[in-house]
Structures are given as C-alpha cells and as structure tokens.
C-alpha cells in the first residue's frame, strides 16, 4: 500500500511500475475553440484567453516560465484564483529523474518551448458545428508511430494533457460512441455546467448527421465533436510496447472509448488511468462509472493532501476547484512510483508554486 494513492481495480501495475527505473512522460497540448463559450470552463482568466493556456501550461513544464503570455495561466472561478495544475505537473516533476517531453497535437497558440508538434497548424475548432477535428486518423497515426518509438527507449509512458474544455469535448466523443455519459464528465469549476456540455454535444453531433451509436467509426465522431488531443493520444495507448499511463480524469476515458472502438478486444491490462482523488471524488461526475462501461480499466488516485498546504491556493482543489489537468495527477502518479513520499510531492508542488 502506497500512502496517498487509491486504485481502483486491479493494482497488478501498479506493482509492476514501481519495479521500472525509465519512464517518460508527455504533456500534450491543443485547444478546441469551443473553449471560448462563455461559462463553459474557467481554464483562464476569460473565454478567450483560453487559448493561451496550453501553450503557458507546456512553457512551465519545460522552462519553468511563461513566455506566451504576460501572466502564469490561473483558473479564475468568481473570484476565487487557484493555481494552475501545471504547477502541480511541474513540481512532481522535480522529483522525477527521468525525460519530459510535450506533444503539439493542434493548439492555436504555438508554446516558444522545445515541443514535439505534429500538429501541421490546424487547431481544434467548435464542436457545435460538427467539425471538431479536421485531421483525427492522421493525429492517430503520428501519436502510434511516436509511441512505437518511444517503448524502444523507456519501460513505460506517462501522458496527460493540456486543453480547456475538454470535458465537453470529451463527453462528446463517449456520447457519439453510444456511452452513457452525460452527467458524468468532470469540469474545472466547483459547479458543474452539464446542461451546457450535453445542448453543446448534441447541437455537434445533430449538425454531423451523427446518432449515438457504439457502431459509429470512432474518427468520424472525433471529427465531429471531439479535439485533437484525444486521437493523438489514442494512437500513443495504442501503438506502445510498453505500460501507458493515462495521467488525467474524463477527459482520457475518451482516449480509452477511442481504443475500444477501434479495436474491441483491446487489453487495457498493460494502461491505466492515472489522476487526482478530487477527480474521483467529485459528486458532479462519475469516472468510475465511465470507465466501468468501456472496460477494466484501473484508475489510480493520488490525494496530495492540500487541505494541509501552506499554499492558500491549492486548497481551493479540496473545494471542488481544478481538480487535474496538465498531467498532473499522473505526475504525482509518477513521482511516487520513483520512489517519492506524499509529503515530499506536496511541499515541491508548493516550492513550484511560490
């Protein structure tokens, strides 16, 4: 038993990554457009900023500054400001002896940073329209080749992500391949919008001529209603030799929905998702019911143990507030499979922080 994590199904990995010295892990980056509807998400100071916050998330990460834009991203939510979860990223990160690395799947502001981009310069785009994605089986392929290349060098890949909204994002990928997921998607605001997440969902997949169904091609949804994280990330789940680690909450049950789709007999044995417990805690959505419908997927559940931080902005995760993002509950997944403490990843998140 590991103090400060929860899993939930089978801890057969678990075990077996604490045993691996070279892992990798990923941020990876895009935004949708949809980002920018008002109300929506509180991932930036207002809706349109939103864009931004990918490429500051990736920039703090590998730099540890913020050059495309004058401030750190934050989450404002009335007005209440709590820190970034690339904060939390980055200082787990710090524990961690091992190669960090952020994948560009479409994000429209460019981070000046070393990024892997395999984006071509498209962006994801309002999902209300239908058209989402413009490029989802090309993302795939380039996350499946990446992936094949990387388990050559590391014994396992921890990957996670960076894009606002993409809870609606998300719910629109498990909807359009027949889940039953409204209501159940998580967001980065202490009140959940779900009425918004499913009119938006269901105005994408109406003007797609798309009808749920778990026979539809899961490329035409994520074309549809999806972003372009989601199939990027899909092809580095599937194209691996090693242990994958899926370093977020709803948003990669989407990634793990895209495998199942594509393959039905996906042994999700050698993955796992990897998250914080204010995910898995949070009384407006169910995770664990999501995943439960795709397939055996053990989720992992880190508590940092804010409610304790002398950061006064981190104890806002306890209040409903964030919850993950960047990456970072598998970050901190990470840090205590090398080895670290509990203790040890929150007060280097609060150094990072200050």
């Known amino acids: 038993m590991i103090e400060g994590l929860k899993t939930y199904g089978s801890d057969k990995l678990v075990c077996e990554l604490k045993e691996k010295e070279n892992p990798i892990f990923i941020c990876t980056i895009a935004t949708t457009e949809t980002s920018k509807i008002p109300g929506l998400t509180g991932a ?11 490429a500051g998330d990736a920039e703090l990460i590998l730099d540890g500054e913020v050059k495309c834009m004058k401030d750190i991203p934050q989450t404002i939510i009335g007005e209440v400001v709590t820190p970034t979860p690339s904060m939390i990223t980055k200082g787990s990160l710090a524990l961690c002896d091992c190669p960090v690395m952020v994948l560009d799947a479409g994000s429209e502001i460019k981070a000046d940073s070393d990024v892997f981009d395999i984006s071509d310069g498209k962006h994801g785009k309002d999902i209300r329209t239908g058209k989402g994605v413009e490029n989802p089986e090309e993302l795939f392929e380039k996350g499946y080749s990446l992936a094949e290349i990387l388990s050559e060098k590391h014994d396992y ?40 997440k499913n009119e938006i969902v269901d105005e994408g997949l109406k003007n797609a001529g798309l009808k749920p169904s778990k026979n539809n091609n899961p490329f035409d949804v994520v074309a549809a209603v999806g972003d372009p994280m989601l199939p990027a990330v899909a092809g580095v789940l599937m194209g691996a030799k090693v242990p994958v680690v899926l370093a977020g909450g709803t948003q990669l049950t989407a990634v793990c929905a895209i495998a199942k789709a594509l393959d039905p007999d996906f042994d999700f044995s050698n993955s796992c998702l990897a998250t914080t417990s204010f995910v898995v805690k949070d009384e407006t959505a169910d995770i664990l019911n999501i995943t439960t419908q795709i397939g055996e997927i053990s989720v992992n559940a880190v508590n940092p143990n804010f409610e304790i931080s002398k950061v006064e902005g981190l104890k806002n995760y306890t209040e409903g507030y964030i919850k993950e993002g960047a990456g970072a509950g598998g970050a901190m997944f990470l840090a205590l499979m090398l080895g670290n403490d509990i203790d040890s990843i929150r007060e280097s998140i609060e150094d990072a922080c200050s």
Do not use: F
């Open 157 to 196: 890949i921890v990957i996670g992500e960076s894009l606002p909204a993409g809870t609606t994002t998300a719910l629109g990928v498990l909807v359009g391949l027949g889940y039953d997921a409204k209501g159940k998607v998580s967001g980065c605001m202490n009140t959940n919008p779900h009425e918004m």
């Open 44 to 54: 930036g100071a207002t809706p349109e900023l939103t864009k931004y916050t990918p």
